[in-house]
């Protein structure tokens, strides 16, 4: 077995990093180069601003390179968790100024012509109780009337095409879509740099400050000046970026790879082929890869921590998790098994836009592999002039009481859930 992302291995490494010194100045400095970081970049290059990408590790390092490959439409909420907190006008349209985030990429990707895989497979949310399925009826109607049609309710029967495992029914989500995010994370990076953004890996970004509207910061490997900076470094940023991580929750997820499946173990655990995830608070997701491995995550364990020691304990646990869903899986190869840390925020939405001399953009909470690309984007447009087009720009980002950085509650929340889990 690897301890390694499936979507690091299987990825063209990429080769435009910039050499030499870091010095000069720039119009702005993105760090980070994740998915947020290198769609600003991108964006920025191609109106013609002169751009630095300052990665501490590689392209794709963090969350971008490690995460379960799933594109979901919407919110990480339910609809209706979010109407009652919103209100309906603002949950609605919240809703479809985040559920643009897939068609950004789907766009972005046939514009710079990047192979990553991108397919519209459809999202099943599956109810693993039969008290569940009563709760994604509920959502389901008011989301399909009020809000997203592209949505369906599937019952026991309508899944037996579907899934290989006995659930109580499921909401489609049409609009959802997987791609592999090593290739796509890659090609990304290509394509900021052709259009001229600079990219330094291996470049920590160390110290920042900030005089009379000039940034500079100070890297290992020198220091450079912008006029603008971007923070993009989500779950994975360092402590020089306090306000920040005051704010961001760093929760580790974790995934395992089986060895590829044949097509007839494909037909008997997932003949629908979609991006599937069941409704346990504690609960898992999966899909299938390029190659028909079944890649299957969830928290397994409540850590902040992502090691190969902490990945391969978690990895025990999702084997055995994976083999109570599929059971015809059952002793089967795995192949990798990996983790990463998700950048959570208190209310689970994300956030964008300008604090103390700094852009930023991050707190996706578990759907950013999608929502990265599209508000990066967004926060280079800001920078461009257009804030009005950031849905994000008024939400309030006040500090979880009591996180300094390092998410010492993860283990109550996580017996927490569990109790829950055995309640609900
Ligand atoms: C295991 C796992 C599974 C997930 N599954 C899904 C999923 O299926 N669907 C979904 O929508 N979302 C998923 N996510 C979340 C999603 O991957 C992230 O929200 C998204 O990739 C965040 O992108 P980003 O560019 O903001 O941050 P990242 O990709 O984390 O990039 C941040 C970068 O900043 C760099 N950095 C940090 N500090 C500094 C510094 N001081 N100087 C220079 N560089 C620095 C880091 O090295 C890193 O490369 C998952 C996440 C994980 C970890």
Same mark, same amino acid.
């Given at each position: 077995m690897k301890f390694v992302s499936y979507w690091h291995d299987t990825a063209p490494v990429f080769a435009g990093a910039a050499q030499g010194p870091v010095s000069g100045h720039y119009d702005v400095a993105v760090i980070g180069a994740g998915f947020t970081g290198l769609a600003a970049a991108r964006q920025l290059a191609k109106a013609g601003a002169k751009v630095v990408v300052l990665e501490a590790e590689r392209v794709g390092f963090g969350a971008s390179g490690r995460n379960g490959g799933h594109l979901n439409n919407g919110l990480a909420h339910s609809y209706l968790a979010a109407k009652a907190e919103l209100g309906k006008e603002r949950a609605i349209a919240l809703y479809h100024a985040l559920d643009a985030s897939i068609d950004t990429i789907e766009a972005l990707i046939a514009e710079e012509g990047i192979d990553c895989n991108f397919r519209r497979a459809g999202k099943l949310k599956l109810a693993s109780k039969p008290q569940h399925f009563d709760? +994604?009826?509920?959502? %389901?109607?008011? +989301? =399909?009337?009020e809000c997203d049609p592209d949505t369906a309710l599937l019952s026991q029967e309508d899944l037996k095409s579907e899934v290989g495992s006995p659930f109580y029914g499921a909401m489609l989500s049409k609009k959802s879509a997987m791609m592999h995010m090593g290739r796509y994370v890659v090609g990304l990076a290509k394509a900021a740099a052709r259009h001229g953004a600079t990219i330094f890996e291996g470049t920590p970004v160390t110290e920042?400050?900030?005089t009379n509207g000039l940034h500079t910061l100070k890297t290992s490997r020198g220091t450079?000046?912008?006029? =603008?900076?971007?923070?993009?470094t989500g779950a994975y940023t360092t402590k020089n970026f306090t306000w920040f991580r005051r704010r961001i929750i760093a929760v580790g997820s974790f995934l395992i790879a089986t060895r590829p499946l044949t097509e007839s173990e494909v037909q008997a655990v997932m003949p629908g082929n979609r991006t599937c995830v069941n409704t346990m608070n504690i609960g898992n997701y999966w899909r299938l890869a390029p190659d =028909?491995?079944?890649? %299957?995550?969830g928290r397994a364990r409540f850590s902040a921590t992502s090691d190969q020691r902490s990945d391969s304990k978690s990895g025990e646990i999702l084997r055995e998790s994976m083999e109570r869903i599929f059971p015809q899986l059952k002793g089967i190869d795995i192949d990798y098994c990996w983790g990463g840390l998700v950048d959570m925020t208190a209310d689970r939405y994300p956030r964008a836009g300008f604090h103390?001399? +700094?852009?930023?953009?991050?707190?996706?909470?578990?759907?950013?592999a999608q929502l990265s690309t599209h508000l990066g984007m967004m926060v280079a447009d800001a920078i461009l002039g257009r804030a009005d087009r950031n849905p994000m720009r008024d939400y309030p980002w006040p500090a979880v009481p009591g996180h300094f950085g390092k998410p010492w509650f993860l283990p109550l929340v996580g017996m927490y859930y569990k109790m829950l889990d055995k309640v609900q």
């Open positions: 709760a +994604l009826a509920r959502n %389901f109607e008011a +989301l =399909n009337k920042h400050w900030e450079i000046t912008a006029a =603008n900076v971007i923070v993009a =028909n491995r079944l890649i %299957f995550g103390d001399g +700094l852009w930023y953009a991050m707190g996706y909470s578990g759907h950013g």
